[in-house]
């Protein structure tokens, strides 16, 4: 007897949809390949408003913007004013933008799920959710990415941020050396938006005929001293230069205001967590440490091989545990007296002895 399988397309489950890029969305949109629908959400807000902004100024032109731009806001509008103003015609012009921002306010996505059933072709929809996603068990997720574009920015690793500054600094049409990009990653931290701005104010303030941006650069107009910083205190530690990293640590006690201790420590973490995953790597040359730790250019590697020779697997595991504890002691718990240029100073002597 013969037996038959019969299998159903409604039965399989649709594989996963790859997440589209930042990349991927502008370049759709500089080719005016506009879609009905732009659902931006995430944690990095920085994605959200360069997409935001760039398919305002791509569609309409200023003179259009007066009567095809319409701004809502998710705390002050409805979903139902939103489809509203998404229903009308655009006047003297080939689409209308509406930009929804604070969308995770906004509530009722069941009516835009039945909006996009059948969306005005000549309205572009922008949402702008930041600070979370949608659920992604939702009908109207699947609406969105039928229609139109569903993407989610999210916060950055620390060895992107440093792709992301040669990135910008490349959009400037200028290149910057290897110690200017970590004191800019180093000082700026994971703040996108604020990253980009002092990368502008360096291409303002560039001098006549120079195109690399330097580390006396950037002492001298954004503040950070090419001499005392945590990417220098970092090598001095790779180098157990005892003397170079105590003159970094009493600095560092008599200017908190630009160096608080939680940067410092926050450096260090990351700098010790990333050697820590060094010594898992099988190859331990430059290039098996950079694949291990997901950097994109292989010198971005060096200091950890380096730093492997000076600090054993064990040892590194030991820093990590008294950088939680110096943090944990900086914000009052069990720390009586001490103040945070002896707590530093009591971590800085441990990792080097």
């Not at 969305?25 to 005016?32: D, I």
């Not at 913007?65 to 409805?78: E, I, K, Q, T």
């Not at 200091?303 to 110096?326: D, F």
């Amino acid at each position: 007897m013969q037996r038959y399988i019969f299998f159903f397309a409604e039965s399989i489950p649709d594989m996963a949809k790859a997440e589209i890029t930042y990349e991927e969305v502008v370049r759709s949109v500089k080719k005016r390949d506009f879609k009905p629908v732009y659902y931006l959400m995430g944690d990095e807000p920085y994605y959200i408003d360069k997409i935001s902004d760039y398919i305002v100024e791509t569609v309409l032109t200023e003179d259009q913007r007066d009567f095809n731009l319409s701004v809502f806001y998710g705390s002050d509008a409805s979903m139902t004013d939103v489809l509203l103003t998404a229903k009308r015609y655009p006047m003297m012009s080939d689409y209308q933008v509406v930009v929804v921002k604070e969308a995770q306010q906004l509530g009722n996505t069941d009516a835009l799920t039945d909006y996009l059933r059948s969306p005005q072709n000549q309205t572009i929809l922008v949402f702008c959710h930041k600070n979370g996603s949608l659920d992604r068990r939702k009908a109207v997720v699947n609406a969105i990415e039928n229609s139109g574009v569903l993407f989610e920015s999210k916060k950055l690793k620390d060895a992107q941020l440093r792709n992301f500054i040669v990135a910008c600094v490349t959009r400037k049409k200028l290149t910057i050396d290897e110690k200017s990009v970590e004191l800019l990653a180093d000082f700026v931290g994971s703040d996108l938006n604020r990253l980009a701005a002092e990368v502008d104010k360096l291409a303002l303030t560039m001098p006549e005929g120079q195109t690399r941006i330097v580390a006396e650069q950037i002492e001298r107009n954004i503040g950070i001293s090419k001499e005392f910083n945590n990417y220098e205190l970092r090598n001095a530690l790779l180098t157990r230069d005892v003397l170079k990293v105590n003159r970094i640590a009493n600095y560092f006690d008599k200017n908190p205001k630009n160096n608080p201790i939680q940067m410092t420590l926050a450096t260090l973490f990351n700098f010790y967590s990333n050697l820590m995953l060094a010594h898992y790597a099988s190859d331990k040359t430059e290039k098996g440490v950079a694949e291990q730790l997901g950097f994109r250019q292989t010198w971005q590697a060096r200091e950890y091989v380096q730093g492997m020779k000076v600090y054993s697997a064990r040892k590194t595991m030991n820093i990590i545990s008294a950088i939680r504890t110096t943090d944990a002691k900086s914000k009052g718990i069990d720390n009586k007296s001490a103040t945070n240029g002896e707590l530093l100073r009591d971590l800085l002597f441990f990792i080097l002895h």
